[in-house]
C-alpha cells in the first residue's frame, strides 16, 4: 500500500518526504486555508518536494470551468493529479482530463455507485472518506472492502485512495481491505512507526551494551 500525505504542511511534508516511505501528498481547500499560503505557491513547493502524485483541488462546480481550473493546476507541474468533487459535472470533467493524458483524483466518495462511476469516467485514483462515514455511523471500511471488490470485479485500473483517514487501526484496516493508497495526516503517519515495547526493548539493548564496554566503529 502507498503512503500518500494529507497536508499541505511543506515542513512536514519536508519532514515525511526525508524518510524515503512518502509516495505523494494529497491537499483539498481546507488544507490550502490552514496553510495560511496562496495556493499556487504552496502546489509548487509541494511537487518540487516529492515525486509522487500530488492532489491539487478545483473549486469550480461546472463542467467546463472545472476542466479549465485543471488544466492550470496541471500546468504547475507533472507530479499534479487535478482533485474533482463527484458530481456529474466532476465526472464529465474527469473524462475530459484524462483523455488529455491528466491524473485525476475523484474525491469526496461515499458510495460504492459512485466509486463504479469515477472508475468508468477514467479517473486514477477514487478517494471514499473513511472517517466521514464513521462519523455518522456507516462502517467507512465496508465502502473500502466493496469498492475493492467492485474494481477487482472489473480490473479497473483506478486505484483505491483510502481518505479522512483518522487513526492507525484505519490504516491498518485499509491495508487489509487491499486499498492501493492511504493518505493520512501527519501525525497518524509518524505515529504508526510506534510500539512501547519497541522503545522498552531498545533501551535495555542499549544498556547492556554499554556494560560490555565495546564499540562497533
Ligand atoms: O483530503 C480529504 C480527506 O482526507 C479529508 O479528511 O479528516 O477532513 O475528513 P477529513
Known sequence: MKFFVDTADTSEIKDLAATGLLDGVTTNPSL???SGRPMREVIEEICALVEGP???????TEADAMIAEGRKLAGIADNIAIKLPLTLDGLKACRALTDDGHMVNVTLC????QALLAAKAGASFISPFIGRLDDVHVDG?????????IYDNYAFDTEVLAASIRSANHVKDCALAGADVATVPPA???GLVKHPLTDKGLEQFLADWAKTGQSIL
Not at 54 to 60: F, G, L, N, P, Q
Not at 141 to 148: D, P, S, T
Open 32 to 34: 490550502i486555508l490552514k
Open 54 to 60: 500530488v492532489s491539487a483541488e478545483v473549486t469550480a
Open 110 to 113: 461515499f458510495s460504492a455507485n
Open 141 to 149: 471500511m465496508e465502502l473500502i472492502r466493496e469498492i475493492r471488490v
Open 188 to 190: 497518524v503517519l509518524k
